[in-house]
């Protein structure tokens, strides 16, 4: 029989359950599926996006973003791509019904029970709904899947016994499908040439100061990081408006604080203007990372 049999929404930095189906498959197989579910739900953040772990007549399969993951057990005649539609659908809703700060202030299981209804309903409509039906959000899933396939893992990767974890786990270092950034803007272009090219005037005076300081004194150590901080700073900025990470804005700050100390303890071998210059397109390019969000893509699943 070919249909998902569970799912559940769960937060991926402990694995804590907030919602879940109506359970009414009760045998033994299924069970430990349920067991190893849970097992699997507190190690996701170890994986990428998206993964699916086989049994003899299960497939557990999950997909994550941010905090929020969605989980199922569905049957080994289940399509993949159908399951992953299914739980990028469910995710969507989720995080649409509820905001990141009530998700991460939850402290107990089950904490949006109101979200069960919507579950159920979900897992109905795509256990008696026809692939031609979703054709279009079939293809778009199957592609990016190709593009980068799910990790598979091994019943052993999903076990834990007293504490110890068993069998190899596939690292990824790429981000997940799921975070896709808004277009680069004009003026986040001009950010970047700007902070490339203060990162280069950071990078030439901090070198040739090196190459000229003979006998280092201390002073002539705290210039030569003056420059040399910053210019790691801006390269930071680059790479933080180019590509997801996680807590921005933390980091952003952080450069900015880098940069504009850096800058402060210049003064005398740079003049103002050139200070003002150097923290301006600092500022321009915190901007333009704190402004450059995740893109907005709404769930076309058929729901």
């Not at 070919?2 to 009760?26: C, E, K, N, Q, W």
């Not at 975070?179 to 700007?194: C, D, K, N, Q």
Request: glycine content about 4%; aromatic content about 12%; some cysteine.
């Amino acid at each position: 029989m070919s249909m998902i049999f569970f799912a559940s929404v769960v937060r991926v930095r402990d694995g804590l359950p907030l919602s879940a189906s109506t359970d009414f498959y009760h045998t033994q197989d299924f069970l430990e599926c349920r067991r190893r579910l849970k097992t699997l739900a507190l190690r996701l953040a170890q994986y990428p996006g998206r993964g699916s772990a086989e049994s003899c007549d299960f497939c557990i399969h999950f997909s994550s973003s941010g905090d929020v993951a969605c989980m199922a057990i569905c049957s080994r005649q289940y399509p993949a791509a159908m399951a992953f539609c299914f739980l990028e659908t469910l995710w969507w809703e989720f995080t649409a019904s509820y905001d990141t700060t009530c998700i991460g202030l939850a402290s107990r299981p089950y904490a949006f029970l109101d979200f069960d209804s919507v579950i159920q309903k979900m897992k109905w409509h795509f256990n008696y709904v026809s692939s031609s039906q979703i054709k279009s959000s079939l293809e778009k899933i199957q592609e990016e899947l190709e593009f980068q396939p799910p990790v598979v893992l091994t019943l052993e990767d999903t076990d834990v016994a007293n504490g110890m974890m068993n069998g190899h786990i596939p690292m990824h270092s790429e981000p997940a499908p799921n975070f896709r950034m808004e277009p680069v803007t004009a003026l986040g272009i001009l950010s970047l040439v700007l902070n490339i090219m203060c990162a280069a005037l950071n990078l030439i005076r901090g070198v040739h100061l090196a190459e000229h300081s003979l006998q280092v004194a201390r002073e002539e150590i705290g210039n030569i990081l003056a420059f040399l901080i910053p210019f790691v700073a801006c390269i930071f900025q680059c790479y933080l408006y180019l590509f997801y990470s996680p807590a921005r804005t933390m980091k952003v700050v952080l450069m900015l604080l880098f940069i504009c100390l850096g800058n402060v303890y210049l003064h005398g071998l740079r003049n103002l203007w050139q200070i003002l210059f150097h923290i301006g397109v600092a500022f321009l390019s915190s901007y333009q990372i704190l402004t450059r969000q995740l893109q907005e893509k709404q769930s076309d699943c058929g729901v």
